[in-house]
């Protein structure tokens, strides 16, 4: 059966996340999003996986549902219109590795997926002897990522590793700031286990094709949201049974049971382009070389976005449109409340207009992936929606306009002109 699939989030014992990220409002959320299986998060925190424990009951193999009571208190809050959607779980983590390497200290993020519960608790037991569990949901341990691959692949023939938002600066296999620039340079002999990457928030599947290093390896698109509110802002979709295994066979194979990717538009991104948050400075990878990647403001060297990054490692020019024989594909969405906060005319997507419109299209229509990926125009302008009808029809067509994200400030899509005032805006994409 066709699922979407979102396996990297974070809970509220993650750093800098809202208190929000209960896995009750995570099954909330999933079914109002349309998310179909998705990450517990965090389960190397102790106090975490209690909960995880006591809140959710084994499903189907490998994948779980949330407590019979606890599930029917949320259904009663849900629309009828998503109370029935399918939301299952699966054991999910993401671990900060930061270690040096080759005289140069390295930081980066890597998600890990496992089966159940005995090698969940085999893994923190190992992990709780190298760093402190308790300390954040998203642990920092000073060990290599070769060794925690090493680690991941003695607990089951289906314990899953996988590089996570490769291309970000700062924590990731290929970061600009401490990664590398090859996955043998990172995980050596045991390189051919890395058979998934997921490619981030800041790039998108046709950037990714450019890299050789790449080729052959399947590519995830997750949300890592730190807020209910953004899960499923990128997500996997598939045509798989709700079985652990199969899940994991089709993400590692690549082969037909894996459709493709919902992706932000790259460029929304907080790292897509070069650039100094406090200086208000941002370049294209082009308008960054002619000042050699300094900062015109502060003088300092600029923080060198995806694009960027992506150019430099890349084998195959941006024009030269290749496609892998397995390409998948590749479906782009603005989230909806950022449509609904456009056409209110604000920047809050948590403001009372927005919530109270969101929450109505909802009831009215069904989940968020629905209504920006489904449900035919017509409809949605016939259950009063003209606006949202407009914006959505012009999102699928990505009629859409852009301004990159750089140093940690997320870009902006709009679907309709922007403001004069507004400036940095390009016209439309894409690939
Ligand atoms: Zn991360
Ligand atoms: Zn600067």
């Known amino acids: 059966m066709k699922l979407i699939v979102d396996l990297h989030l974070h809970s509220h014992y993650s750093r800098s996340t809202s208190p929000d990220l209960t896995l009750e409002n995570i099954y909330k959320w999933g079914k109002i999003k349309g998310i179909n299986i998705i990450g517990t998060a965090d389960f190397t925190h102790p106090l975490y996986l209690q909960e995880i424990k006591e809140k959710l009951i084994p499903a189907e193999p490998g994948l779980f549902t949330l407590r019979e009571d606890l599930a029917k208190e949320i259904d009663s809050q849900l629309p009828a219109s998503v109370r029935s959607n399918l939301m299952r779980f699966i054991l999910s983590t993401e671990i900060s590795n930061i270690y040096s390497k080759n005289e140069k200290v390295r930081k980066m993020h890597n998600m890990v997926i496992l089966p159940d519960f005995k090698s969940v608790d085999s893994l923190n037991s190992i992990l709780s002897q190298i760093g402190n569990l308790k300390a954040d949901g998203r642990p920092i341990l000073g060990l290599d990522s070769k060794k925690l691959l090493e680690i991941v692949i003695g607990l089951d023939e289906y314990a899953q590793f996988i590089p996570a938002h490769i291309w970000t600066p700062w924590f990731s296999l290929y970061g600009s700031r401490s990664g590398f620039n090859s996955i043998e340079e990172a995980f050596e002999e045991l390189s051919d286990h890395i058979k998934i990457v997921e490619t981030g928030l800041s790039s998108d599947p046709f950037m990714n094709w450019r890299i050789k290093d790449l080729d052959g390896l399947t590519l995830i698109s997750d949300s890592d949201a730190h807020s209910a509110q953004k899960l499923g802002r990128e997500a996997n979709m598939l045509d798989i049974d709700l079985d652990y295994q199969d899940l994991i066979s089709a993400l590692r194979s690549n082969d037909e049971r894996m459709l493709g990717t919902i992706e932000f538009f790259p460029q929304e991104g907080k790292y897509h382009y070069d650039g100094h948050r406090s200086c208000n400075v941002f370049m294209s990878p082009s308008q960054s070389a002619k000042v ?102 012009k999102l699928r067509q990505r009629d859409v306009y852009i301004k990159p994200g750089y140093d940690g400030v997320y870009g902006i899509i709009k679907v309709f002109p922007p403001k004069e005032h507004d400036k940095g805006f390009q016209l439309g994409l894409l690939n």
């Open 292 to 393: 050699n990647g300094i900062c015109p403001v502060c003088g300092k060297p600029l923080i060198i976005g995806v694009d960027n990054r992506v150019n430099e490692l890349a084998d195959r020019s941006r024009g030269e449109d290749f496609k892998p024989k397995k390409h998948k594909l590749v479906e782009y969405i603005i989230p909806l409340a950022e449509i609904l906060a456009e056409l209110n005319n604000t920047k809050s997507t948590t403001g009372k207009r927005v919530t109270e419109q969101y929450h109505k299209l909802i009831n009215s229509l069904g989940s968020e992936f629905e209504i920006l990926r489904k449900i035919d125009i017509n409809t949605i302008k016939g259950n009063g929606f003209k606006e949202v009808a407009q914006a959505i029809s």
